[in-house]
């Protein structure tokens, strides 16, 4: 999507460790306005497959879940890294490997959030070596709810993560593909 990349190539940084700094309108600061215009589009490209529900990651993916739920009419469930001590669900866990924290962690959702009746969306903001989005998919394999796609706002295309996701047989949409970047020669899009 030309405006997302637009505003990527006008005010991001490319910094030391491969990471794109973005955070005056996606992942700190959400340009509501621009990333509801992707939303339109994810709703272009998903509007026929009958999605009940969006899943995300918790934190950074659920403002722009929440904008994607509000094109698809539908409600947004959030994989927590952390229970508190008043559930007492049963929880649907996968572990995650966080590209720009360098952690792992667990992810989970309750299973009376997810269940084998949800066509779900996965929305994430970043899109790097695919962790996120492969541990969203198990949690929905646990579950035995249908995964109908997953889009991204920002993908490196070039460290492969969305490839493998797409080998795995889902449809990946990302709205802005980075072929390649670096603090000298700058961001190119694919």
């Known amino acids: 999507m030309r405006v997302i990349e637009e505003a990527i190539s006008q005010n991001c940084k ?16 959400i340009d509501v306005s621009l990333i509801s215009k992707g939303c339109e589009e994810f709703l272009e490209v998903f509007g026929d497959k009958e999605v009940n529900k969006i899943l995300t990651v918790e934190s950074s993916g659920i403002g722009i879940a929440c904008l994607a739920a509000m094109h698809f009419g539908c409600p947004v469930l959030y994989a927590k890294k952390l229970f508190g001590k008043n559930s ?26 997810l269940t084998p009746d949800d066509r779900v969306l996965i929305i994430d903001d970043f899109l790097a070596g695919g962790n996120a989005l492969k541990a969203l998919i198990r949690l929905c394999e646990q579950a035995g709810a249908h995964v ?17 996701v797409r080998a795995m047989g889902y449809q990946v949409h990302s ?12 961001i190119k899009f694919c």
């Open 14 to 29: 490319v910094l030391p460790g491969d990471v794109l700094k973005i955070d005056h309108f996606l992942n700190h600061q």
């Open 88 to 113: 007492d669900d049963k929880l649907y866990s996968a572990s995650c490997y966080s590209y720009t924290k360098g952690i792992e962690y667990n992810i989970s959702v309750s299973a009376k959030y």
């Open 148 to 164: 109908v796609g997953c889009g991204t706002v920002v993908e490196k295309a070039y460290q492969g993560g969305g490839d493998a």
């Open 175 to 186: 709205l802005a593909r980075i072929a390649s970047m670096s603090p000298e020669d700058g």
